[in-house]
């Protein structure tokens, strides 16, 4: 078993929500959705997340990294499934039938799901317990990857945990792909997500003030950008954006070849983008929904538009655009970073 040794304590603190922020995200309505009790603060970014970090934060931290790890970071509803997708089809020699038989969250586990729900794996051994295929996936998904038997295999994982948060071995180790979008559109996309639980959304102003305060799960979204965006130059970091993705997936896809040193046909590399076309996306059953077969239905299609500058038509008013404009205004007085295609309009 790849139990990770624990060797050094993981330096990132817990602390407790403050009343004040625990009263902004209570105001912003999301309290339906999340469990507000069970929220921290981690580390000195103060990056909120669940407290599974706390209980498992050492182990994160010395989990064992090959050298051929491939890992996909990035902060939710920035085009994670996407980019999963075309990184294993390039690393597995374009094996489409492979990538139909075994679903993605097999193929590419999420680093931290089972952390965050691992408490259902019971539950749902129990009621999968006539079908052995579903107890066997069951397990695999539910299951710390620290727990799991040691392979010699390239391993794939994803991550919506920032940089600093993960394996201490992780950046000098293994590939890592990052993917930015635009926070305006991400705020979309992730209010609409929100909607699968079958509830009435909250109110979206109140909401957007989650990202603004860095109180949105996984944020402050900038410091978790930042924190790739200042390894871009090295040769095991490729930092993308999904802005990019949309415009050209092409080009994407090419970068993505050479940054994991592959070479393909012209026809290969067609059909890699036909098969990512997002109505062919949404049709294929081994990437849409998700982990979310095993957590409340949805009532919607995990893949949602795929679309750029969607904030333009939905939800953002012209003055709370002008604001979230002001907001990125100010968090560029911080960095050379800045998001492409007009993120200001």
């Known amino acids: 078993m790849d139990k990770c040794t624990l060797k050094r304590k993981n330096p990132n603190t817990i602390q407790k929500l403050s009343k004040e922020s625990i009263k902004i995200i209570q105001e912003s309505g999301i309290a339906d959705y999340i469990e507000i009790d069970k929220l ?8 909120v997340n669940g407290n599974f970090y706390e209980k498992y934060k050492d182990e994160i931290y010395n989990f064992t990294i090959n050298e051929n790890d491939v890992w996909i970071i990035t902060t939710g509803r920035s085009g994670t499934t996407v980019t999963q997708e075309m990184v294993w089809q390039i690393c597995n020699d374009m094996d489409f039938e492979g ?7 097999e193929r590419f586990p999420y680093f931290e799901y089972a952390l965050m729900f691992g408490h259902r794996k019971e539950l749902l051994l129990k009621k999968s317990s006539n079908d052995p295929k579903e107890c066997a996936s069951i397990e695999t998904i539910f299951t710390p990857e620290w727990e799991k038997p040691k392979v010699s295999n390239q391993r794939f994982y994803k991550s919506h945990l920032p940089i600093s948060l993960l394996p201490m071995e992780l950046t000098q180790k293994a590939k890592i792909v990052y993917m930015a979008r635009n926070p305006k559109d991400m705020a979309i996309s992730f209010y609409h997500f929100l909607k699968q639980y079958g509830k009435e959304p909250p109110n979206f102003e109140n909401y957007w003030n989650l990202w603004e305060t860095g109180l949105m799960i996984g944020h402050p979204y900038l410091e978790h950008v930042l924190e790739a965006w200042n390894l871009r130059n090295q040769d095991n970091v490729l930092f993308l954006f999904y802005e990019d993705f949309v415009k050209d997936n092409r080009a994407v896809i090419l970068k993505l070849c050479k940054f994991f040193g592959k070479n393909y046909t012209v026809k290969q590399i067609d059909k890699l983008v036909d098969h990512i076309k997002i109505e062919n996306f949404k049709q294929n059953t081994s990437v849409n929904r ?22 333009k038509e ?26 492409p295609h007009a993120a200001m309009k």
């Open 40 to 47: 921290v603060h981690i580390g000195p970014k103060k990056y």
């Open 99 to 105: 990538g139909f038989k075994t679903p993605l969250i």
């Open 290 to 311: 998700d982990y979310f077969d095993y957590t409340p239905p949805l009532v919607e299609n995990f893949i949602r538009q795929g679309k750029v500058g969607s904030y």
């Open 314 to 339: 939905e939800l953002f008013t012209k003055e709370l655009n002008e604001k979230a404009n002001n907001w990125i205004k100010e968090l560029y007085k911080k960095t050379d970073f800045r998001f």
